[in-house]
């Protein structure tokens, strides 16, 4: 995917985050786009360590608006991507099913880690509280992610390799 | 630079962390909370939001409405009822008042001598009907024999003299205002009691007479009362002067005066038997 299709797709997750997904929202708690986007492209593009840059600014631009500190949301999408690009390397990337188990795993640590680090600077909420939202917040994301994975599947460029056979860009 | 053009990905991966690390506590340090920028994305973002969430209410309140449609509509038929029956009720509390400030103001009638703490032997009677001819110079209250009333009574409201009966019968009575040329009232001034005369009707909506003495000195404004002569008790408000005039063929003071009742506005009245 072109850096300007990416730094497009961040564009305007960060402007539905902020205005749209408060509308859709069950008690509180609705998709996190740019998570989402992360995930997806990280793991279905080989180039999709690309989006860091993008997804990070986007955080940072969400933590300015929305959060109670800022940067520890982007320091966390920052680590998780990191996860994801360690992860795919052992699954097959050209599935659908691996996609979602890797977001129903990254959103839960996604939360535990932002959890932590605003624990550290001294914020009083508990992990169970945490936890006790993840169902809803995987279930939206996993949601999320599905509609990215066919939306973007058709941009996947077959690279014919002599060694292997295909890969994708 | 020679270990970071070696170590590319790695250095970059730590700049990033290194970054984003000073960002959180320089956050932390300045004690959190929303900066200036923050409060005005916010801002920026509620402007944005407004017709999203507008259009989505919309869309909701028009989802619910069809899912919900029997429920909402026999809802609907309820809250008319309802407020059928509220308005009825407003309309029955506002005739209620209505009737209760007549009523006060009719209470007042009682405080003319000679009838002051005597209200046993008062009437309240309501106007049913109105000779739209001449209205009000002769008019019929729905109270009559039954309830003691006879020919000459006196009729008053709580501004002053109404009149005197005409005629009764079963029900109702018919009434002769001040304002009827047949009814003669004998008055004197609230100012001054030697300063007498008669008044009576001119059959429109004002009453004329004269005064007993030419010298007597009347001045528009003056209250005048019943003084007592003739079938009017003494002390009840006839009206104020409204005009005083010097008739050189009579040789006599001669005045209009305004009645103190208000006619159109008079709904009840009491009648002293």
Not at chain 2, 126 to 143: C, G, R
Not at chain 2, 231 to 238: D, E, L, M, Q, V
């Amino acid at each position: 995917m072109s850096l300007k299709a990416t730094a497009i797709l961040f564009a305007a997750a960060t402007l539905f985050q902020m205005t749209l997904v408060d509308l859709i929202s069950i008690a509180g708690q609705g998709p996190n786009l740019i998570l989402c986007l992360t995930i997806a492209l990280t793991f279905m593009f080989n180039s999709g360590y690309k989006a860091a840059p993008f997804a990070v600014i986007c955080t940072l631009f969400l933590d300015v608006g929305t959060g109670q500190y800022i940067g520890v949301g982007a320091f966390t999408i920052f680590i998780v991507m990191g996860i994801i690009l360690i992860v795919r390397k052992q699954l097959n990337v050209d599935n659908i099913k691996p996609l979602l188990a890797v977001g129903a795993i990254v959103t839960p640590v996604y939360g535990a880690i932002y959890w932590l680090i605003m624990h550290i600077l001294g914020n009083p909420m508990s992990f169970w509280y945490i936890l006790l939202h993840q169902p809803i917040y995987i279930a939206y994301n996993l949601a999320v992610i599905a509609i990215l994975y066919y939306a973007m599947a058709g941009r996947l460029k077959v690279l014919k390799r002599r060694k292997d056979g295909y890969e994708y860009e | 630079m020679k270990w970071i053009e070696e170590h590319r990905i790695f250095s970059v991966i730590t700049g990033i962390i290194v970054l984003l690390f000073l960002v959180i506590l320089v956050s932390y340090l300045s004690a959190g909370g929303t900066t200036i920028v923050g409060r005005g994305m916010q801002k920026a973002m509620t402007v944005i939001e407004k017709p999203f969430a507008q259009v989505s209410s919309g869309v909701s309140d028009t989802l619910t409405g069809m899912v919900r449609y029997r429920s909402v509509k026999t809802e609907n038929e309820q809250l008319k009822e309802e407020n059928a029956k509220l308005e009825r009720q407003n309309a029955d509390l506002k005739l209620k008042k209505d009737e209760l400030s007549e009523l006060k103001k009719l209470a007042k009638s009682f405080d003319f001598q000679p009838y002051q703490g005597t209200a046993d032997d008062a009437v309240a009677a309501n106007v049913i009907e109105l000779d739209y001819s001449s209205p009000y110079v002769i008019f019929t209250v729905d109270a009559g024999k039954e309830k003691g009333i006879k020919k000459d009574d006196v009729v008053c409201n709580g501004d002053g003299l109404v009149g005197r009966v005409q005629e009764t019968g079963k029900g109702w009575s018919k009434i002769a205002s001040v304002l009827s040329d047949g009814n003669n009232i004998s008055f004197r001034t609230l100012r001054k009691g030697s300063i007498t005369g008669v008044l009576k009707g001119n059959g429109k909506n004002k009453m004329t007479g004269y005064l007993l003495s030419s010298k007597a000195r009347v001045v528009e404004g003056d209250t005048l009362i019943t003084s007592g002569v003739g079938i009017y008790p003494k002390g009840i408000r006839i009206g104020k002067v409204d005009s005083v005039e010097f008739n050189d063929n009579t040789q006599l003071k001669m005045v209009t005066v305004k009645p103190a009742v208000t006619f159109r506005s008079m709904d009840k009245v009491a009648i002293f038997i």
